[in-house]
């Protein structure tokens, strides 16, 4: 991929997109070989109706986006379809089984070795952040959304994505907010919302930056990456329940499909792009 993007021979979508392909591969492996372990220990995790259960890992924010890039940090969420137990000869319930699989997979993948680390990973996109539980059942995520999610949570969502493991529970997570999402009648309120916390955030970063050097930050300051991908996803939430066609979790896709349907002008899109 690095080489491919040295020669010019691959575009920049193209190269974020095969960066976050490799990614969503090396989650698939890691996972599955560590469940595989623990269900030798435990047994397999099953439903109370017998049924196997699944787990989903979400990705979010730019691996979500299929937008990668060489030093991104990947946004994780994982979920597990329902309770029960394992069926092994010393059963823990699916959420303990399910919990071990995140832990040790997160861990696994940001521990610092002689070779470097594979990726910085980054749970606090979960349902109630760093006080929320490391991997929660479908239900649990669907209450979530539906009864406590606050507004940037939901626009956060707009990226979410199955990046490994069963495609069900996650899938049927995200589809399931997609009402409080993209709502027909959503008003200018819930943008303002979010908008007052991208605020406060600026208002953090300038005090941390305030006395150091002056470099310019092409991610966060004003004007730059973030301001860009969160413009887009706040005109997603307005448009999107009347337009579908907008609902994309990549900025550069979204970019384009917001000026195909004349809600940026062009030069709106060419100065965003």
């Not at 575009?11 to 996972?31: G, K």
């Not at 979010?60 to 969420?77: A, F």
């Not at 929660?136 to 539906?146: D, H, L, R």
Request: aromatic share 6%; glycine share 8%; hydrophobic share 40%.
């Amino acid at each position: 991929i690095l080489l491919r993007d040295l020669f010019g021979i691959a575009t920049l979508a193209e190269v974020t997109e095969e960066l976050s392909n490799l990614a969503d591969s090396i989650l698939e492996v890691a996972c599955r070989r560590i469940r595989a372990s623990l269900a030798r220990r435990y047994g397999t995790p099953r439903t109370n109706d017998g049924q196997e259960c699944g787990m989903s890992v979400i990705a979010l924010g730019k691996l979500g986006g299929r937008e990668l890039n060489y030093s991104s940090d990947i946004d994780l969420m994982f979920v597990f379809s329902a309770n029960g137990d394992t069926d092994g000869p010393h059963p823990v319930s699916n959420r303990e089984f399910f919990r071990k699989v995140a832990t040790t997979c997160t861990e696994l993948l940001s521990t610092y070795t002689a070779g470097g680390l594979c990726y910085r990973v980054d749970l606090r996109l979960r349902p109630d952040g760093r006080l929320g539980e490391i991997c929660i059942s479908q239900e649990g995520a669907m209450n979530y959304y539906e009864m406590r999610a606050r507004d940037w949570e939901l626009q956060m969502l707009i990226k979410a994505r199955v990046a490994a493991g069963e495609q069900r529970p996650g899938r049927e997570v995200i589809e399931s907010a997609e009402a409080r999402i993209y709502s027909s009648t959503l008003d200018f309120s819930s943008v303002e919302a979010v908008s007052a916390t991208r605020e406060r955030i600026h208002e953090k970063l300038a005090s941390r930056r305030a006395g150091a050097d002056s470099a310019l930050d092409i991610k966060l300051t004003r004007g730059g990456i973030r301001d860009i991908e969160f413009l887009v996803q706040c005109l997603q939430r307005l448009h999107g329940g009347r337009e579908p066609w907008v609902r994309h979790g990549g900025t550069m896709m979204a970019l384009i499909r917001l000026a195909d349907k004349k809600l940026i002008s062009a030069s709106e899109y060419a100065r965003l792009a």
